[in-house]
Nanobody
Framework: QLQACGGGLVQAGGSLRLSCAAS????????RGWFRQAPGKEREFVAV????????YYADSVKGRFTISRDSAKNTVYLQMNSLKPEDTAVYYC???????????????WGEGTQVTVSS
């Protein structure tokens, strides 16, 4: 089970850190990722990190502003979001899978989302 938290309401230019804790099984050998879905839009890729934490990939829209990281000892993955923009407003979901991918359908496990709202 994956549980995301850390969302909230923030002004443009602000920061938030999302956390995704795993329970019930270890995801230490799994790829972990973050995706988001805005109202009326499809779920889209945000960031993904390899099982070792050595490789991370980002959507162009968040590159340079967001950082994904993982703490395998805590079975937790994080998404540090800086310089937030109103267009970052969405429900953010964490996921786990076997391969590094930007395709949400390729992820095997999903947590419930956490709402991020950025006001202008």
């Amino acid at each position: 089970q994956l549980q995301a938290c850390g969302g909230g309401l923030v002004q443009a230019g602000g920061s938030l850190r999302l956390s995704c804790a795993a329970s019930g099984r270890t995801f230490s050998s799994s790829v972990r990722g973050w995706f988001r879905q805005a109202p009326g839009k499809e779920r889209e890729f945000v960031a993904v990190i390899s099982w070792s934490g050595g490789n991370a990939y980002y959507a162009d829209s968040v590159k340079g502003r967001f950082t994904i990281s993982r703490d395998s000892a805590k079975n937790t993955v994080y998404l540090q979001m800086n310089s937030l923009k109103p267009e970052d407003t969405a429900v953010y979901y964490c996921a786990a899978g076997k391969v590094v991918t930007t395709n949400p359908t390729a992820m095997d496990y999903w947590g419930e989302g956490t709402q991020v709202t950025v006001s202008s």
